[in-house]
């Protein structure tokens, strides 16, 4: 723990909750490796990064799953029933993640619902985890049982943010005056107790990376002080920051039909490839290099028990 992390962190205050814990003991076999999108605020970009992610290592040859733990609203399962839809129906060569959707509880005592959940979530996990490479959950942007527990699979957590003030308070109170950070929000709150209950599970440190999204060409102020405010948060709450996917129309678009930029060189998609395409698939590449994900054989080694 740093000396600049050490006073935020000591004011989490977290007690770790052994039900929620969950005995990730596995046997020393092959393991993928995870990928949470998560951010308790709605209309971030999880589900079009998370697939958009998902496409660009199935094109790289890797056997990838997906969760969506936001199965009541159903934005990622939607998006890959619909690929599955358009490349069956157009005879497209496009892979297709493997799929599972967890969808809320219906028991109406909290601690029934809880374990429902939870046993439901660890089962699409089971099924994936040992014949993928990578499994990619997306969360809901509100804070539910489902969703903490998908954070403490995570080996890699992506917080996709607006570029607005509006979506940093989530992971931070600053200063109207000074810019300055007042103390961690709720997410980062949430963030770190899931990362410790991870630790306290034999889990490996999770590697959080904070992503701008919708980000204007234009050089303005509001631009600046994101930057500057997000750069110094990064270095007290132990995040990494990377540029996400700007506001573009092709990304709504590609929806509909299951399609992601990667798609647009293969026959039958409809789409005519223009130059702004072009710089949005470099958008992509460049959100999966900043990732830094261990490769397809290291994300594959066995994981010794308890880790």
Not at 79 to 107: C, D, F, I
Not at 113 to 134: G, T
Not at 152 to 176: E, K, Q
Not at 247 to 254: G, N, P
Request: aromatic share 6%.
């Amino acid at each position: 723990m740093s000396v600049t992390t050490a006073p935020f962190l000591a004011a989490f205050r977290v007690a770790a909750n052994p039900s929620v814990v969950q005995a990730q003991a596995r046997d020393a076999a092959p393991r993928a490796h995870v990928i949470v999108f998560g951010n308790e605020k709605g209309g971030s970009g999880k589900s079009t990064a998370a697939m958009h992610i998902a496409v660009a290592l199935l094109r790289e040859g890797a056997r990838v799953g997906t969760i969506d733990v936001d199965a009541r609203q159903g934005t990622l399962t939607r998006y890959v029933e619909n690929r599955r839809t358009w490349v069956t129906a157009k005879g497209m060569a496009a892979p297709v993640p493997e799929h599972r959707a967890v969808l809320p509880s219906t028991q109406s005592v909290r601690t029934d619902a809880e374990a429902d959940e939870r046993q439901r979530l660890d089962a699409a996990f089971a099924d994936l985890l040992p014949v993928c490479d990578y499994v990619i959950a997306d969360t809901p942007g509100s804070d539910t049982f489902l969703s903490r527990h998908a954070h403490t699979y995570g080996d890699t957590l992506v917080t996709p943010l607006n570029d607005s003030f509006v979506d940093l308070d989530l992971l931070a109170r600053i200063d109207p005056d000074t810019l300055k950070v007042v103390r961690p929000s709720i997410y980062a709150e949430t963030v770190w107790k899931q990362r410790q209950l991870r630790a306290m599970s034999g889990g490996k440190p999770v590697d959080w990376l904070v992503m701008r999204n919708r980000l204007s060409a234009i050089a303005a102020r509001n631009k600046r002080d994101m930057a500057a405010v997000l750069e110094s948060l990064a270095k007290r709450i132990g995040y990494r920051l990377a540029a996400g996917l700007s506001e573009r129309v092709i990304y709504r678009e590609l929806f509909l039909k299951g399609l992601t930029l990667l798609d647009l060189r293969e026959e039958k998609t409809g789409i005519a490839m223009t130059m702004s395409h072009v710089a949005a698939r470099q958008e992509v590449r460049d959100l999966l290099s900043a990732l830094n994900l261990p490769s397809r054989a290291e994300a594959a080694e066995p994981v010794a028990a308890g880790e």
